[in-house]
């Protein structure tokens, strides 16, 4: 069985340049374009590629593959845009031999893309389950083509992988769906609150508390998701999110007929309703100011309320939300914790406090970045013995602008994330509305049922 991906590379050619000249010193922007360059520096990394012997090539010499590329890009003049791309093929545990994945991964590289591109094919060891990587130039050595991943080139990447592991013997996963994101997958398997775990919690108590399908489905709508129990897949969703979870994709045991067979273990005396808690030491002052579906600028109230609302605060509470719109938020607590400093720092109260921070901030850095243009101008001109004492205030002015870059990230994330805490508090508030009002509607159903 293996897995396959494929994402391009962001960066300019002059970052590759800067690579091949001096490797040990370049310092990639981002993690792709590290990961990237580490799959040419095999030779640093001979744990992982048992001393080179699992690197090849295709269209290219391993020792000089990317200045090859680089010298593609020069001839037909695409030295702008996605500079390569990379990805990976990932083998069960145990299933193949080193000299079976390499062989496997090179079969795979030569057909997708062998017959226009410039690859390098490296299999790494260091991990339990072997897994090939694919680097290669976004550029035909052919005709000058930019290489386009399509639908299409990820279903054939697929079929291919699929097919090659057949011919060698190994198993493939039959019914494959899309996986999460790996921070969302490393997540979940730490327990943390991600979407799909509070389905699962969900769903699980649903099942437990519930006589029949019908229960089931009320149970899950209290809570606030929208249901679909027609047809071979019961699938929810919560309103923000465009697309049903199958609840089957959530636990393989979770069919139609499965869940009927196991509802009630919970539910001895009858079908139990789902409850919503909200914190009981909110300040009176919070609670009453907030106004469900009227915008504010009060930002900083605005998060002190949400911050209730989760059980961040009051410290030391024992209360945790129970909505399923505010528990995957728990995942963010790091950021929405900084957030809540920063603002109590710096005097921050309404989004024009905001604003007028984020001007200042930035008048301060496009000082700093002309003061640091005109010290790089005086480092050319400057002696030998001048140049170290220039170099020396130039990093000092950098770290200036990096520490105001990072409060200016901080400045404009909580202006996105004041829109995003409105959003799902109006949710919240929109669900016990409607449960009020559906409460209400049985009620009268009921009273007009004694009548007759």
Not at 72 to 99: C, D, L
Not at 266 to 294: C, E, H, V
Not at 382 to 402: D, M, S
Request: charged share 30%; net charge positive.
């Amino acid at each position: 069985m293996a897995t396959t991906s494929l994402w391009h590379i962001k960066g300019r050619l002059k970052d590759l340049i800067a690579y091949v000249e001096n490797p040990e010193k370049t310092v990639a922007k981002d993690k792709d374009l590290q990961d990237f360059y580490n799959v040419f520096s095999y030779v640093s990394r001979p744990e992982a590629t048992e001393n080179g012997e699992y690197v090849s090539a295709i269209n290219c010499l391993k020792e000089i593959a990317l200045q090859q590329m680089i010298l593609t890009k020069r001839q037909y003049g695409k030295e702008n845009g996605y500079i390569a791309w990379h990805g990976y093929q990932s083998f069960k545990p145990g299933e193949v031999t080193p000299e079976q994945a390499h062989e496997i991964g090179l079969q795979l590289a030569k057909e997708m893309w062998g017959e226009q591109y410039q690859i390098i094919v490296t299999t790494h060891l260091d991990k339990d389950h072997l897994h090939n990587h694919f680097c290669f130039n976004s550029v035909s050595f052919l005709d000058g083509r930019k290489y386009n991943y399509s639908k299409t080139e990820q279903r054939k990447l697929r079929e291919a992988s699929d097919r090659i592991c057949r011919e060698h013997g190994l198993s493939v996963i039959e019914k494959p769906h899309k996986a999460p994101s790996r921070q969302v997958w490393l997540d979940e398997k730490s327990g943390r609150p991600t979407r799909y775990n509070v389905y699962r919690e969900d769903v699980k108590e649903a099942i437990n508390f519930s006589r029949r399908p019908y229960y089931m489905e009320e149970y899950l709508r209290r809570k606030g998701y929208i249901t679909d129990f027609t047809g071979k897949h019961w699938k929810i969703r919560l309103p923000q999110y465009e697309h049903f979870t199958m609840l089957d994709t959530l636990d393989e045991r979770w069919t139609p007929e499965h869940i009927q067979r196991t509802m009630g273990a919970y539910a001895s005396f009858g079908n139990r309703r789902a409850a919503i808690t909200y914190p009981p030491q909110m300040p009176k002052s919070l609670r009453d100011w907030f106004k469900p579906f009227q915008k504010t600028s009060h930002i900083y109230r605005l998060y002190l309320h949400y911050c209730y609302l989760l059980g961040v605060l009051p410290k030391k509470t024992t209360y945790r939300p129970t909505s399923p719109y505010l528990k995957e938020e728990l995942r963010k607590l790091d950021e929405l914790s900084n957030q809540v400093r920063y603002m109590s720092k710096y005097g921050i109260e309404t989004l024009e406090d905001l604003y007028a921070d984020r001007e200042k901030l930035q008048g301060e850095m496009d000082k700093l970045t002309a003061y640091r243009t005109k010290l790089q101008n005086k480092i050319r001109r400057a002696l030998p013995a001048e140049k170290k004492i220039l170099r020396e205030e130039k990093a000092k002015v950098t770290e200036q602008i990096t520490s105001l870059r990072k409060r200016l990230k901080l400045n404009k994330g909580i202006e996105d994330r004041s829109v995003k805490i409105q959003e799902k508090t109006d949710l919240l508030y929109a669900n016990e509305y409607r449960a009020k009002e559906e409460q209400q509607h049985k009620k009268s159903q009921r009273k007009e049922r004694d009548a007759r």
